[in-house]
């Protein structure tokens, strides 16, 4: 379907009623009665789990898994998968210039990055009233996940030569991945950059806000958006350099407080977060989350461009229950 986003931007904007945006997929698997190792590889399972989840709650827009190591394992990393858990990256692939230079640019469907757009492929057919969101990681978080993430923000001292030719690089497959999902069917992707967020704003400008413009000038168009996702602490130092990032959206973490950085976007961005995954989907009860989903809408709903949602992906073991009573009490709230 060829979806206008900026016009579904805009009609939320004007919307006095907005749909939460929650990152939610992985709870799928209590729907499915399978494993996160299951579900992680296997295309028809994830799809299955999209419309499971669309059908069950009323969200503004579907999003498949936010599977950060991904992209990570298309490249060569060794990856860590567990039964219940997200998949992780262990080690480091590159620690020297020349492997940098030696790193090839895998082509989109090297490891599980088929899977992934075969997943949106599928989902597109069967969740027609809302768009569908692809997970992709953003250029320095990947780059950061191929040279080990403590120490790449050292190797931006040391060599950052090295860490310019890998961002480019994953930059260059990131852009082949977004317009691989574009082709499968998908209205736009949600792009995880949370170790940018760790970086002083200095260090953000120079390596991770130019590759992620440069990502969104390339792939965004009127029926592709991008959703740019941020969840580290150091976010309201370099709130101002994030919007002029160009996406269409911006999606932050629990880590910081939204008003921090909901009063400086500009008024024809989406802007959204950020209850707690850890403490509230997973962790809260019905009771907390619904307290805390009110809050948050009381202080930051009278913004037009203000989506409630998660600060980060739903946790595959989080909950229904607390998951329900969110999208209750939002629904509640605009009610009244």
């Known amino acids: 379907m060829n979806r206008n986003m900026k016009q579904w931007a805009a009609d939320i904007i004007a919307a006095p009623v907005k749909a939460p945006l929650p990152l939610l997929s992985f709870p799928c698997t209590s729907l499915m009665d399978v494993t996160?190792?299951?579900?992680?590889?296997?295309?028809?399972?994830?799809?299955?789990?999209?419309?499971?989840?669309a059908d069950r709650v009323r969200s503004a827009a579907a999003v498949s898994l936010m599977d950060l190591s991904v992209e990570a394992e298309a490249f060569g990393a060794f990856i860590h998968v567990s039964r219940d858990e997200v998949p992780t990256v262990v080690g480091a692939l590159i620690s020297e210039e020349e492997e940098a230079l030696a790193l090839a640019v895998p082509a989109v469907g090297a490891g599980r990055t088929g899977i992934c757009t075969e997943t949106i492929r599928t989902a597109a057919r069967t969740i027609t009233d809302r768009p569908v969101l692809a997970g992709i990681i953003g250029p320095y978080s990947l780059a950061s996940r191929l040279m080990d993430v403590s120490e790449t923000m050292i190797y931006c001292y040391d060599e950052p030569d090295m860490v310019h030719i890998i961002l480019e690089k994953c930059t260059a497959f990131l852009m082949d991945y977004c317009n691989a999902f574009r082709e499968s069917g998908a209205d736009g992707v949600v792009m995880a950059e949370p170790l940018a967020g760790l970086l002083s704003p200095a260090l953000a400008r120079e390596f991770a806000h130019p590759y992620a413009k440069w990502l969104?000038?390339?792939?965004?168009?009127?029926?592709?958006?991008?959703?740019?996702?941020?969840?580290?602490?150091?976010?309201?130092?370099?709130?101002?350099?994030?919007?002029?990032?160009?996406?269409?959206?911006?999606?932050?973490?629990?880590?910081?407080?939204?008003?921090?950085?909901?009063?400086?976007?500009?008024?024809?961005?989406?802007?959204?977060?950020?209850?707690?995954?850890?403490?509230?989907?997973?962790?809260?009860?019905?009771?907390?989350?619904?307290?805390?989903?009110t809050e948050l809408l009381e202080t930051c709903g009278t913004f037009p461009n203000y989506v409630i949602s998660g600060g980060c992906d739903v946790p595959p073991q989080s909950p229904w229950e607390n998951i329900d009573a969110f999208f209750a009490a939002a629904a509640e709230y605009y009610r009244r």
């Not at 792939?219 to 269409?248: K, R, S, W």
């Open 36 to 53: 996160v190792q299951q579900l992680v590889n296997d295309s028809a399972l994830q799809a299955r789990g999209m419309k499971l989840v």
């Open 216 to 293: 969104i000038e390339k792939v965004q168009t009127d029926d592709f958006c991008v959703i740019y996702h941020n969840c580290g602490n150091n976010v309201p130092l370099m709130v101002q350099d994030i919007y002029e990032l160009g996406a269409l959206g911006y999606h932050f973490g629990d880590a910081i407080d939204m008003m921090d950085v909901l009063p400086q976007a500009p008024a024809d961005v989406l802007v959204m977060g950020n209850v707690s995954p850890a403490a509230q989907f997973r962790g809260g009860t019905p009771e907390s989350i619904a307290q805390v989903t």
